[in-house]
């Protein structure tokens, strides 16, 4: 009889476009994978050719919509029974490789989540605002739906957290990052304003007040998550978290203002 580790029934699943300064650091923690599929939204940059140095590398373009679409898009590619799935800046830890290699192949659990350590430059943070996701899961139990500017993924079953971590070390440049934030809090904005408030999460109703969410966050983030014992690489963290912060209560304000100014323009019609 044959024994087969779990690691070679999975198949990593990556979104990516202009992911250069990170993509090679996530693939060389890959390089067990016997296959891994990248859904790439046709990057201009080296994002393609530093994929295509890695034989076991699959790409597939496609132009992006929507992450949970491209997601299930690349759901459709895989025919492995279990999915690992990692955004282009997420490095997985030896301990994660070898905890997931010694989980038992004939299991009643379909999912498994894993919480992350974010790095600054680098360097691992104590504490995060990043919540544990379900990055390993049968592929036949799984969809992906949006969430705001976000996705999850939903699979059936019983699931379990793992005990290693994945480091979500994003290196692309501040530019690149205040273009991304700028987007996703257009989506954020959006998302707050036309949910019921009975169904908006605490985070987003505290969001909804506009002011009080840039000077909890930056409490959150330097004492109650210890970021302060980081040096500056945790008031770093701190102060791009309450930046955003302060973008979406911008973002807030314009919208509710252009909504009060088009309704007053109906009415005077």
């Known amino acids: ?11 990593p699943l990556i979104l990516t476009y202009n992911e250069a300064p990170n993509i090679n650091r996530t693939l060389q923690r890959l390089t067990w994978a016997k296959k891994i ?10 994002t393609l050719d530093i994929c295509y140095s890695y034989p076991q590398v699959q790409v597939f373009q496609r132009k992006f919509d929507s992450f949970a679409v491209q997601c299930n898009y690349g759901l459709e590619k895989i025919a492995s029974e ?10 997985l830890t030896n301990e994660l490789i070898n905890e997931i290699k010694a989980l038992p192949e004939e299991t009643d659990l379909d999912s498994y989540s894993v919480r992350f350590k974010y790095c600054v430059f680098g360097k ?59 987007r996703y809090v257009v989506i954020e ?3 707050i304003l036309e949910t019921p408030a009975s169904e908006l999460s605490l985070s987003d109703r505290i969001r909804k007040q506009k002011m009080l969410a840039p000077f909890i966050i930056l409490i959150y983030c330097l004492i109650l998550k210890g970021g302060i014992l980081d040096g500056w690489h945790g008031w770093y963290y701190a102060f791009q978290r309450v930046l955003v ?14 909504q009060h100014t088009d309704f007053s323009t109906n009415n005077d019609c």
């Not at 599929?37 to 080296?46: F, G, L, Q």
Request: aromatic share 12%; proline share 3%; net charge positive.
């Open 189 to 191: 904005a959006k998302k």
């Open 37 to 46: 599929v990248v859904i790439d939204s046709y990057s201009t940059d080296e």
């Open 245 to 258: 912060e302060i973008l979406l209560a911008i973002r807030l304000i314009e919208s509710e203002k252009l």
């Open 82 to 91: 279990w999915v690992l799935s990692l955004d282009a800046d997420y490095v």
């Open 124 to 182: 691992p943070l104590r504490g995060t605002l990043l919540p544990p996701r379900k990055v390993l899961y049968r592929r036949e139990k799984a969809i992906y739906k949006d969430d705001g500017h976000a996705h999850r993924v939903l699979v059936e079953g019983k699931s379990r957290i793992l005990f290693a971590y994945i480091y979500h070390d994003d290196r692309k440049s501040l530019s690149r990052w205040f273009w991304a934030q700028d």
């Open 1 to 11: 009889m044959v024994f087969m580790h779990l690691l070679e029934k999975i198949t």
